[in-house]
């Protein structure tokens, strides 16, 4: 059943008894802790853009955090291996570029399960995941890191409007990111919530308890073209090539060997079940997958697919407060989510950069597609980072033929 290296299986490595649970259930934990509270306000903020309702947002943050937990509990018990999925943070950064598309929320979650259906193709036929495979990676990081600029900038602009709570949450995030930078997107999280609780206390404004109940917000999907096209295609793009290829990259580092067939089909009918519910897409973890895969979750490599099974039965719990953060930050001051997501996203917006420029005979088609994907100006009803990749490509064709010349 295990897919771990010869050379791992071959060595295994002494335990002693009380460390053979309590390391990797620990890991799994923090490693659950990590994926949700970093990265949730990118979602919530993904989803509200392209016209999710707060009830709407909280049922798809439900709906992730449900799929992604009983997605890593099957594969990681089934095939004994560190496998963590998690929802797509870029994909949901893509959305908060994207905003309304035509057909409103109903077409966004039509593509949404679209999303899903390419994913599972994409398992199933080779072909298409060595087409992804094969766009450039300057224009794919380009037009990521385009998509997150805008996110990336409301902290500064948040700064202005709701001083008084969004400037703590900044000093507390550079402080940890000098002492404990794991911990820094979570401690600004925890900062952002207790300023937001001492303004709404001080407001006297009232929590709806009844909003804070967990539950699932079911919508028909609307087929749309513009959205298919606008959102699906993106969405697939930038999780494929964000999430899915590093996912599987991070695991190879670790010695072990993704079932990609098992793992896309996986995440891809994850993400179709999920759609309805208003969940955008599930995938391979990528950053946080080093958290369970690591030595630190487990001295013996065969055991650590605990700490994933582990990670996939706190995101069961963690989805119970899915709800009531919602309904925390709907009542929060202006720019408090915001502010947290965009944290949250500098990292990944620095190393999106970096890639996109990394290649001086390409730079000038990296530059274009990132101006493009961050303008946000879509045309014919479709987003700006489908014609940023298709811009972008274009570009990089031509000026191709210059330097060959």
């Known amino acids: 059943m295990s897919r771990l290296s010869p050379a791992l299986a071959d060595t295994p490595t002494p335990v002693h008894p009380e460390r053979r649970l309590a390391q990797p259930v620990g890991a799994g934990v923090v490693t659950a802790l990590v994926g949700f509270t970093s990265s949730f306000a990118v979602v919530?903020?993904?989803l509200t853009a392209v016209g999710a309702t707060s009830a709407q947002a909280a049922s798809g943050l439900l709906a992730l955090c449900l799929t992604q937990a009983i997605g890593m509990m099957l594969l990681s018990y089934r095939y004994r291996l560190p496998i963590t999925l998690a929802w797509s943070t870029p994909g949901a950064a893509l959305l908060a570029s994207t905003g309304a598309v035509a057909g409103?929320?109903?077409?966004?979650?039509?593509?949404?399960?679209?999303?899903?259906?390419?994913?599972?193709?994409t398992g199933l036929w080779q072909w298409l995941g060595n087409l992804v495979a094969a766009i450039p990676?300057?224009?794919?990081?380009?037009?990521?890191a385009g998509v997150l600029l805008p996110?990336?900038?409301?902290?500064?602009?948040?700064?202005?409007?709701?001083?008084?709570?969004?400037?703590?949450?900044?000093?507390?995030w550079l402080a940890l990111q000098r002492f404990a930078k794991r911990w820094a997107v979570i401690a600004a999280f925890a900062t952002a919530a207790i300023g937001a609780g001492i303004s709404i206390a001080l407001q006297h404004k009232h929590l709806d308890l009844a909003a804070m109940r967990p539950s699932l917000e079911l919508t028909v999907p609307h087929w749309s073209w513009q959205a298919v096209i606008g959102i699906a295609i993106p969405l697939y793009i930038v999780t494929m090539a964000s999430q899915n290829i590093p996912g599987t990259a991070v695991m190879k580092s670790f010695d072990y060997q993704i079932p990609w067939r098992a793992a896309m089909s996986v995440t891809g009918v994850g993400t179709v079940v999920g759609a309805a519910a208003g969940g955008?897409?599930?995938?391979?973890a990528a950053i946080s997958a080093a958290l369970s895969a690591a030595p630190a979750a487990h001295p013996d490599p065969k055991r650590r697919w605990i700490?994933?099974?582990?990670?996939?039965?706190?995101?069961?719990?963690?989805?119970?407060g899915s709800a009531a953060l919602v309904t925390l930050v709907a009542t929060a001051p202006k720019g408090t989510l915001e502010t947290v997501a965009g944290l949250a996203l500098l990292a990944t917006l620095a190393a999106a950069i970096a890639g996109a420029l990394k290649s001086e005979q390409h730079r000038e088609a990296g530059i274009i597609t990132f101006l493009i994907a961050a303008?946000?100006?879509?045309?014919?009803?479709?987003?700006?980072?489908?014609?940023?990749?298709?811009?972008?490509l274009v570009v990089r064709k031509v000026l191709a033929h210059r330097h060959d010349a």
């Not at 700064?159 to 000093?171: D, E, F, M, N, W």
């Open 307 to 320: 700490a994933a099974f582990t990670t996939g039965a706190a995101y069961l719990i963690l989805a119970l």
């Open 44 to 46: 919530l903020s993904g």
């Open 280 to 284: 955008h897409a599930i995938n391979l």
């Open 137 to 144: 990676v300057e224009i794919a990081q380009a037009m990521l």
């Open 375 to 392: 303008s946000g100006v879509g045309f014919l009803g479709i987003g700006a980072a489908f014609w940023a990749l298709v811009v972008g």
């Open 151 to 172: 996110l990336c900038l409301a902290p500064v602009k948040a700064a202005q409007v709701s001083p008084a709570v969004v400037v703590p949450v900044i000093v507390v």
């Open 104 to 121: 409103g929320w109903a077409a966004a979650v039509g593509a949404f399960a679209i999303t899903g259906v390419l994913i599972v193709i």
